[in-house]
């Protein structure tokens, strides 16, 4: 292969020297050598560098908290009330998955994450995206009421309006404590 992209090199150069004859054919060719050998270093150091994003983000709890900071402020959403739900929810995993079936970081149900036009339950950005996009519906619904919000983010919004706030659910009221407490 080498030789190749040597002959390939030398008939440029020849090319070259036709149209420009005041350049020598060796710096020409040195310089086409160079620029090719820095396109594949830059090649290579792009695909490297995709890779290690995509890895780590599987693994990296940074990579989860940018995301989230990320789709709080899209959405217009306190990051650390974005941040309390999601680690109350899953601990930041997005491997996490309810025994009723709530899936990811942000821990939505199937058909929740279809209504906020989630494709990719299973994806950490669409998932973190359709948990802080829900947030913020939840807290448009109740005015602001960000204890109502978080009530209805855990046990639904009807069970908010229901009782005209937090549902008196022993875990739904665990969840806002706990929430409000990390979001401080």
Do not use: C, W
């Not at 060796?26 to 310089?31: K, L, R």
């Not at 990320?70 to 999601?86: E, F, Q, R, S, T």
């Amino acid at each position: 292969m080498l030789s190749s992209i040597n002959q390939v090199v030398q008939r440029i150069a020849e090319i070259e020297q036709r149209f420009t004859p005041t350049v020598p054919q060796t710096q020409s060719a040195n310089n086409f050598a160079a620029a090719l050998s820095q396109a594949n270093n830059q090649q290579s150091t792009m695909v490297n560098n995709i890779t290690t994003s995509n890895n780590s983000i599987s693994t990296n709890g940074g990579d989860i908290t940018k995301m989230i900071h990320v789709a709080a402020a899209k959405y217009g959403v306190d990051p650390k009330l974005a941040m309390a739900i999601a680690e109350t929810e899953s601990g930041l995993s997005q491997d996490a998955v309810s025994p009723v079936g709530a899936v990811g970081v942000m821990q939505l149900m199937p058909e929740t994450a279809r209504s906020l036009g989630v494709h990719n339950i299973n994806d950490p950005r669409e998932n973190i995206d359709g948990g802080v996009h829900y947030l913020k519906q939840m807290l448009t619904t109740f005015g602001g009421d960000v204890a109502k919000a978080v009530a209805a983010y855990n046990a639904g919004p009807q069970a908010v309006k229901n009782y005209n706030g937090v549902p008196p659910y022993s875990e739904t009221r665990d969840y806002v404590a706990k929430v409000l407490s990390l979001a401080k």
